[in-house]
């Protein structure tokens, strides 16, 4: 990741990062091809800052383009399922008694690692450095989501809420739960995204 951002010779400081790359595999495994037009929506980058990354992708190898868009290789589909068996699944959540934005995105991590996972305060760095109001890290204990620094109960008074996030995301027991906040939809999402890459670059099992 760090790689792909790196700035090539002389030319201009990038204007996306390492959640930007992540937004943009999760975007082309779910499709065959990804138009500039689609990354642009996806990753709310100008044309020119997709047109660089989409090159610095092609420069690992990652992505190849032909006339219907860009498509990942044979690299990159690897790439792409190592990242879905860390980060299974992922949401955006409705606002809740624990949730402080107008809109929370949700990315559950696997229990592999949660050696990354502290008190939580560091995935709240990661989360606020990209412009979160509020993050969350949760654990997967005894088919409740509990506060990894004092294992209360998240969603004790809304069951609703923890069904509907177990219905959709399907955590397996130790899995973690990663909610970013903000009353920035795009911002909600890739502070999320940031706040796990963090979480995968200090675990044990990286």
Do not use: W
């Not at 400081?13 to 689609?38: D, E, G, M």
């Not at 606020?128 to 409740?144: P, V, W």
């Not at 069904?163 to 990663?178: A, F």
């Amino acid at each position: 990741m760090q790689k792909i951002v790196k700035r090539k010779g002389s030319s201009k400081a990038l204007t996306f990062s390492t959640p930007h790359i992540l937004k943009a595999i999760f975007c082309l495994a779910n499709q065959k091809y990804v138009s500039r037009a689609q990354f642009c929506k996806e990753t709310k980058l100008g044309e020119g800052a997709v047109k660089t990354l989409i090159l610095h992708l092609k420069e690992e190898g990652i992505v190849n383009t032909v006339k219907s868009g860009t498509f990942l290789t044979d690299k990159g589909l690897k790439i792409s399922e190592k990242f879905s068996k860390a980060i299974p699944s992922q949401i955006f959540l409705k606002k809740c008694s624990v949730t402080k934005g107008k809109y929370n995105y949700a990315i559950l991590l696997n229990k592999g690692f949660s050696s990354g996972i502290g008190n939580g305060m560091e995935q709240r760095d990661y989360a606020i450095l990209y412009g979160a109001s509020d993050s969350l890290t949760l654990k997967f204990n005894g088919k409740e989501f509990v506060f990894v620094g004092d294992q209360m109960n998240c969603f004790s008074k809304e069951p609703d809420v923890r069904d509907y996030i177990i219905k959709t995301l399907n955590p397996k027991e130790g899995d973690i739960l990663l909610i970013t906040s903000s009353d920035d939809k795009f911002i909600s999402e890739i502070s999320a995204i940031n706040t796990a890459l963090g979480t995968l670059e200090t675990s044990k099992n990286k």
